[in-house]
């Protein structure tokens, strides 16, 4: 069978509703296209049909569709790093399987692969997400941006494709958590970025709450720039430089004027806001710890159940034992 010139990588958790519009706009942009391709879906834990959906498209498209089915829900980034171990192609694109990242965008990103890039990131036009989400992420791009070498305009736009070294070099990193764009933009030799369009949500809820929202973008922080600690350092020798010329100040003041209680109240302020800060920096340094004890773990970072490899042979009317074709335990 021939190697597919393109991989297309889609992580899935609980999207019923969008898959079969998925794989029906995928298909039809993709054959359009006319180069050989293949899709690589990680079924990320779906506690819905979303497993039973994809199992279809593999019977439907034996040779094109590669079906990576974890055991639980490890993560959408950790559902694209497994994916990333089973394409084939010479281009890889990541993309949402909620529609908000449109599949008729592929070929402009593969038109800028050919033109010699070898990381291609998407920029969001009128992204359509919540309010909140949108100033969030406009802050945490700023941050970023200040805090890391990372040029990117929209990291949070998943709609993105890479050259295959690049995604061999994402393979050999083996890291616990990670933020994609980020790691590939740190192997990219030539780099560039272009407009995609976004849409809402096609079906579903946003499969990140809050809580997610931060740890992922602390995985960003910590995992791609060491400032969050030297900024500590710096904040420490600047409060030290205050503290003893405060001190000395006291000092004078305790002999020529003799012992005084005014100002204990702004004292205190003044304390609970420098104990405040005494325990952002531990929990900074907790954030660094905990990844570091992560990594040195060592534990298998997601497991697979089984996975449904694309069949050399052309299809044949039974499919039956193309479900355990390729089953692997522990990865
Ligand atoms: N996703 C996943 N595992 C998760 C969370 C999300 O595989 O734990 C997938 C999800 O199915 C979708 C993509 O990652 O294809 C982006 O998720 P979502 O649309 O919920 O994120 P948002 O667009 O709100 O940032
Ligand atoms: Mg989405």
Redesign the pocket.
């Known amino acids: 069978m021939t190697r597919p010139y393109l991989s297309v990588v889609i992580p899935v958790y609980n999207e019923e509703a969008n898959l079969e519009t998925l794989f029906l706009r995928l298909t039809s942009v993709l054959d359009a296209a006319g180069k050989p391709y293949e899709l690589v879906f990680t079924n990320d834990g779906s506690r819905d049909r979303s497993a039973a959906l994809l199992e279809q498209f593999h019977r439907r498209r034996p040779q094109q569709v590669c079906i990576v089915d974890f055991n639980g829900n490890f993560g959408q980034h950790m559902a694209i790093m497994a994916a990333f171990e089973h394409v084939r192609g010479d281009v890889i694109v990541t993309m949402?399987a909620?529609l908000?990242n449109p599949p008729e965008e592929i070929p402009k990103l593969l038109a800028e692969i050919e033109a010699g890039h070898d990381v291609v990131g998407g920029y969001r036009k009128d992204r359509r997400d919540t309010l909140f989400r949108r100033i969030a992420s406009k802050l945490i791009n700023s941050l970023r941006a200040r805090i890391t070498h990372i040029r990117m305009r929209d990291q949070g736009c998943m709609l993105r494709a890479y050259r295959r070294e690049v995604v061999d070099n994402i393979n050999a990193s083996n890291e616990t958590s990670t933020f994609i764009p980020a790691l590939a933009y740190s192997f990219a030799a030539n780099p560039t970025e272009i407009q995609v369009e976004h849409h809402a949500?096609a079906a579903g809820k946003?499969k990140y709450r809050l809580y997610d929202l931060i740890r992922l973008n602390f995985d960003l922080m910590t995992g791609f720039s060491v400032v969050p600690l030297q900024m500590f350092t710096m904040f420490g020798i600047f409060v030290s430089i205050l503290s003893t010329l405060f001190v000395i100040y006291l000092f004078i003041r305790r002999i020529v004027i003799g012992p005084e209680v005014q100002g204990v109240f702004t004292l205190f302020a003044i304390l609970y806001f420098l104990v405040g800060v005494g325990i952002m920096g531990l929990g900074i340094i907790g954030e660094y710890v905990g990844r570091i004890y992560q990594e040195v773990r060592r534990r298998p970072r997601f497991v697979i159940k089984r996975i449904l490899q694309p069949d050399a042979e052309p299809a044949t009317a039974d499919r039956g034992e193309a479900l355990t074709h390729g089953t692997r335990g522990v990865d």
């Open positions: 949402d909620d908000q949500r946003s």
